[in-house]
Structures are given as C-alpha cells and as structure tokens.
C-alpha cells in the first residue's frame, strides 16, 4: 500500500547515481572520525572560528556550482524566478547559519556566553520566552516587521534561562562522539545544516550520508566543507536504506539524526515489517541509540475571518499558493490543509484568489520518486478536486481539494502529508469568530497528522477587538507545533535559523509523529518548546518566495552575497532587485 493510516507518505527510493559506499569504506570513514571525536569534543573556541570562517569562504566559492546543480535535477531553467529556490534554500541559508553561529561562539569567548538580540520575558503563565530576531540591523532593513521568539518549556526560568543556552560549551569534559546524519533530499542546506547543528552545538563528529534524490550535491558539500574533511571531522557517503542501516547499527556510531519520515524514523528503532511492529508493541527496540529526527507534517494554515480587501485576497491568494508551490510542493512545511471560518463572508474570495494564484503558476517537474502515483491516491479520494497545469505522465499539476469535512477524522487530506503539489481547505462552523478560533485550534491538534509547523492569518482590524486578540494570542500559545508563524508561511522559522527547528515536544519512539528535538537554533536553547514568528499582515516589497515574485533569483544571489561578505554598500542594489519583483 502507497498510504496508512496515519503518517507521512510512502517514498520509493531514488535510483543512485552515485555507487553506494562500501561497507569497507564505510568503516573506514567511521574509524577516521572515531580518532578524531575527542579531538573535536576538547577543541577551543578560537580554532573552531576558524573553522567556520574557513567554510564561510569555501561555501561562498562553490554557491554558483551548488545552485546549478540543484536546477539542473529540478529541471529548473537558470536566470528565471524558480531559480531563486535554490540560491535560499541552498547557500544563502547555509552561510547565515554559519555566520550565526560564530557569533554566538565568539560571544561565548569574549563574554562567557551567548548574548540574545532582544528582551526576555515571561508570559502569563510564566513561561519564558527569548526574543531571536531581528539579529542585528541587517535583518531589520532585509525584513522590515517580523521578529521571533523561542518559548522555553517549563523548566527555564529567567533566572536559569542563560545556563541553558551553549550547555555543550559550560561542560569541562565533553564526550566524544559520532553523529550519524541521514539527510534530506528536497532542500539542499538540510543535510549540511544538520551536521553544522551535530558539530556546533552538541559537539559531535559526523558521518553525513546523503540521500539519493539529491546525492549529486555531495561532492560540491565535500567542496564547501573542506575544512572539516580535511581535519577528519565529517565524512560524506552515498547509498540508499542498505547503506542507511548498516551504518544506523554500526559500532561507531554514537547518535542519529534524521530527517525524512515517520517510517524510516521506525525502521531504525523497531525494524522492518511484522518484526517491526511486534517489536513496537512490545517496546523492544532494536537500535537503543538516542535518535533525533524531523519527519513531517501536515501543516495548516488557519484563517481568521476579517474585512479583507480585494487586494489583501489577492496577496494571501498568492501566499498560501506560494506555500504549496515551493520546491514543487516537497516541503515538510508545504501548506496542505486551509482552514476556513464556514460562515465568513470572503471565504470564497480567499479560495478564488488561491485559485487565480495557482493557475499562472509554472509548471514544476515531480523530481521526488513516487509523486505521480501519490497524487493519483488524493484524486481518488476526491475526485472533484481542483487541478491547475497539464496532467499525465511525468506531471503533477496544483491541486487544492475544498470543503473538507473537519469532523472526519480519517479524512486522507488530514492523516498523511501528500508530498506532493496538493493542497486542501477545510470550513469550519462557528457561532463569532472566538469560536471559530478556539474550534480551529482544537482541529490542528487533534485532527491534523504531525506537529512541525502551522501558521495563522489574521487581519490587524480584527485584532482590535480584546477578545479576537485575546483568542489569537491563546491559539499561538495552545497550537501543539513546534513552529507558529502568523501572517506567513512556516518556512520562515527554518529559514531564519536564529530560530529552532523542529516538532513539538513530547512524542514517544512509539508515536514519534514529527520528531523529536530541534537544529538551527543559533542561540544554543537546550530545553526550547516553540518557535512563534511574527509578520505584517501585507508586506512590500514582495517576499522573493512568492509566485509572482519576477526578480526572485537576483534577490536569492544577492542574499547569498550579503550573507556571506556582509557589507552596508551591498544592500541598496540588494533592495532594488527586491522592489522591482
């Protein structure tokens, strides 16, 4: 069966194009980091700077190569708006992070430890919570509005909020270990941003093995990250699940780290099979390595009724889409179930400006394995969804699947995340909009498969009434996901890095659902709860990944340059490009 009941979606494996790594040679690279991990573990703050100032150029040098790589396997035509994908989810991304992350190390041994870029507070209830962003004046002119917090779990106080960032860093004797990272094959930073997380913050080397879909950007990783290869920190190998679970039950290897899916997350730890699940039942594991993982969601966007103009429909019509369309729809943060007020007025307009967004959008080439038959799966289910773009073989056009049932909790569209360009919306009844907000948020968490990220669209009229304001603001602190982003899509939580990553807290080996932990996090929380990104509710100029963004790709390059050689003369061309989209 393609689908279970509840999950992410069954992913064939790629073909590789790379031979798989030898279990020989895999020893061989397990052995080279084995030697080096107390290295590593003792190694000073000074030398682990110029580390990092090493892979800041490196990856600087190879960017062009890496964004020309990844369109060349997404069939994406260079020098047009699509390109832009790969220069922000690729090398831009990457070389913030690790500008970041030398901030907070420099800060830790100029300073003792990690200094935040905004207040601390408590809400109500005393949780505490740690503003991340802006980081500096640069985000303040990039992105104009927005800021970030990081909620701390209930243990953290103000008082010991600072003894539990950089804990790696305050231990006299760390531990030397081997992390094993399974990377992602959609978005191009995942698997190195990972190993920069294993490496930087928890202290481990690592054993980063790339996953076939996207194993061609391996060698041009070795490239970026030469530094650490050179010095036996980090080795790349290539292969499929064969490779996977050798390496996932080897001798050397310490921790694991994944991001993919729910089922390779039980593959590790219970097994294949009826084995597997016999296992499971029984809480027998197979692999008693701790595993930290990343592996999903179905991610809704909830809509709170207001007086939208038309042009605030249109805006927001391009926003959901643009969430979807992303990467050709293989985003863990894709939007997959819109929710709607039932008895709002413009929640036809809101659908119809998706719609409109969707039709001019390009085409995109299903590059993940199995995408056509994962879509053949939906439309079966539902038949009379909506579809946008040519159909048939080698293509899976915009899908969006309306007036959902919110009461059907084995609805598909709920249950398993499609992995592919199809989106939902789902109507909810309500008596007023307090209602609607309080029955929206209790459907997310009950109903919806995963608890990565979500987002929440709310007007700024709305919020001038004290109990919409108040029931947004409880929805943002009772939404059970590891990021909450209002007015925007939740992609902004990974692409800030500043921010943590990750599902929220709590699941069990036995029902890991989304994960467990968190990367990025460039402030080192070791006991965070939640990211909650904050935007306007309309912003210009156009946010470069929007559909209808036409300099997007100059935006993407531009960005990876300031990144990368931060300089004041740089932003006015940078901001040009952005007003012309």
């Known amino acids: 069966m393609l689908f279970r009941s509840h999950g992410s979606a069954a992913i064939p ?38 580390i990092l100032e090493s892979l800041r150029v490196s990856t600087y040098a190879i960017a062009e190569r890496w964004v020309q790589a990844g369109c060349k396997a997404k069939q994406i035509r260079l020098g047009t708006p699509d ?7 690729g090398p831009a991304v990457l070389l913030r992070n690790i500008r970041l992350l030398a901030r907070s190390l420099e800060e830790i041994r100029d300073k003792g430890g990690v200094k935040l870029p905004g207040e601390v507070t408590t809400r109500p209830g005393g949780q505490v919570v740690a503003q991340v962003f802006p980081t500096d004046t640069l985000d303040k002119v990039l992105f104009g509005g927005f800021t ?29 270990k081997v992390g094993l990272v399974l990377g ?12 920069l997380y294993k490496l930087f913050a928890e202290g481990e080397v690592v054993l980063l093995k790339m996953n076939p879909v996207n194993e061609y950007l391996g060698p041009i990783m070795e490239e970026a990250c030469r530094e650490l290869v050179t010095r036996g920190y980090l080795r790349i190998v290539y292969g499929g699940a064969a490779v996977g679970d050798y390496l996932c039950n080897h001798e050397h290897v310490d921790s694991i780290h994944i991001t993919g ?36 969601n179905v991610s809704p966007i909830i809509v709170v009724p207001g007086p939208w103009t038309a042009k605030e429909l249109e805006f927001h019509g391009v926003n959901i889409a643009s969430s979807l369309t992303n990467n050709a729809g293989f985003n863990c943060n894709a939007t997959r179930v819109v929710v709607n007020h039932e008895g709002w007025a413009q929640r036809r307009g809101l659908l119809d400006a998706v719609k409109n967004a969707f039709v001019i959008a390009e085409e995109r080439f299903p590059y993940y394995p199995g995408a056509e038959d994962r879509h053949e799966a939906f439309m079966k289910a539902h038949p009379d969804a909506h579809q946008f773009g040519p159909a048939g073989e080698g293509r899976v056009p915009w899908t969006l699947i309306e007036g959902l049932d919110p009461d059907n909790k084995d609805e598909l569209c709920f249950t398993t995340e499609a992995w592919c360009g199809v989106t939902s919306e789902v109507a909810i009844p309500a008596t007023d ?51 909450v982003v209002v007015n925007h899509w939740a992609a902004l939580s990974y692409a800030f890095v500043s921010t943590c990553w990750g599902a929220f807290p ?52 531009k960005l990876t340059d300031v990144y990368a050689n931060p300089s004041p003369l740089k932003i006015p061309t940078l901001l040009f490009s952005a007003v012309r989209g």
């Not at 701390?152 to 030397?176: C, H, I, Q, R």
């Not at 593959?267 to 594991?285: D, N, P």
């Open 83 to 89: 390109e832009a994908e790969e220069w922000l989810g």
């Open 433 to 483: 909009v307090v209602d609607y907000i309080n029955k929206a948020v209790d459907f997310a968490n009950d109903t919806l498969w995963g608890t990565l990220s979500a987002s929440i669209i709310v007007h700024p009229s709305s919020l001038k009434d004290p109990r919409v304001a108040k029931a947004v603001d409880d929805a943002i602190a009772n939404l059970r996901f590891g990021s």
């Open 148 to 176: 970030a917090e990081v909620w701390m779990d209930s243990s953290v106080t103000k008082d010991n909020l600072s003894g539990t960032m950089g804990v790696f860093y305050k231990d006299p004797k760390p531990e030397a």
């Open 184 to 195: 992602a094959g959609n978005v191009s930073s995942i698997g190195p941003m990972d190993a």
């Open 506 to 557: 709590g699941h069990t080996d036995e029902d890991i659902r989304s994960g467990r932990g968190v990367v990025h996090n460039t402030y080192l929380f070791d006991r965070p709860e939640k990211t909650v990104v904050r935007g306007p509710f309309t912003v210009f100029p156009k946010p470069a990944w929007f559909i209808t963004n036409k300099t997007s790709h100059e935006v993407g390059r």
């Open 13 to 50: 494996e790629a073909t590789s194009q790379i031979p798989p790594t030898s279990q020989s040679e895999c020893d061989g690279a397990l052995a080279v980091l084995r030697d080096s991990a107390s290295e590593w573990a003792g190694l000073g703050l000074s030398a682990r700077l110029d």
């Open 261 to 296: 899916s729910d089922k390779t997350h039980d593959a590790i730890v219970w097994g294949l099979g009826e084995e597997g699940e016999e296992r499971k039942r029984k809480g027998e594991k197979r692999n008693e390595r701790p595993v930290t993982s990343e592996l999903g």
